[in-house]
């Protein structure tokens, strides 16, 4: 089975950074769509980045110029690093694959819209960004 696990997160102050990591393991294909969300204190759910295999990259707006998405192939691990932190980027940051590697692209995989019930998601790391 896919499993995947996200590490990196920690408690920073503003302007801080963190690198998450996401190592991947049992996933069978050679190209991949996969991402980060973030599960709010309020308990939302927001796409933060997404990245497939044709190195395609997109960011939600709250993070473009602050975020980068990668993935080493070699480690089968996908990160984000993450600078200049803000207090609302406080959240549980989750990492998630889409096994039909985003047949609605992946402006669509960061919204969840359509809803893909085949997708497969880590159990997320906290990210806590305050003075």
């Known amino acids: 089975a896919v499993q995947l696990v996200e590490s990196g997160g920690g408690s920073v102050q503003p302007g801080g950074s963190l690198r998450l990591s996401c190592k991947v393991s049992?996933?069978?294909?050679?190209?991949?769509?996969m991402g980060w969300f973030r599960r709010t204190p309020g308990n939302e759910t927001e796409g933060v980045a997404v990245?497939?295999?044709?190195?395609?990259?997109r960011y939600a707006d709250s993070v473009k110029g602050r975020f980068i998405i990668s993935h080493d192939n070699a480690k089968n691990t996908l990160f984000l690093q993450m600078d200049n932190l803000k207090p609302e980027d406080t959240a549980m940051y989750l990492c998630?694959?889409?096994?039909?590697?985003?047949?609605?692209?992946?402006?669509?995989?960061?919204?969840?819209?359509?809803?893909?019930?085949?997708?497969?998601w880590g159990q997320g790391t906290q990210v806590t960004v305050s003075s």
């Open positions: 049992g996933y069978p294909y050679n190209t991949y769509c």
């Open positions: 998630a694959a889409d096994p039909g590697h985003c047949p609605y692209g992946l402006a669509s995989f960061l919204r969840l819209k359509p809803s893909r019930p085949s997708m497969i």
């Open positions: 990245l497939d295999s044709d190195h395609q990259s």
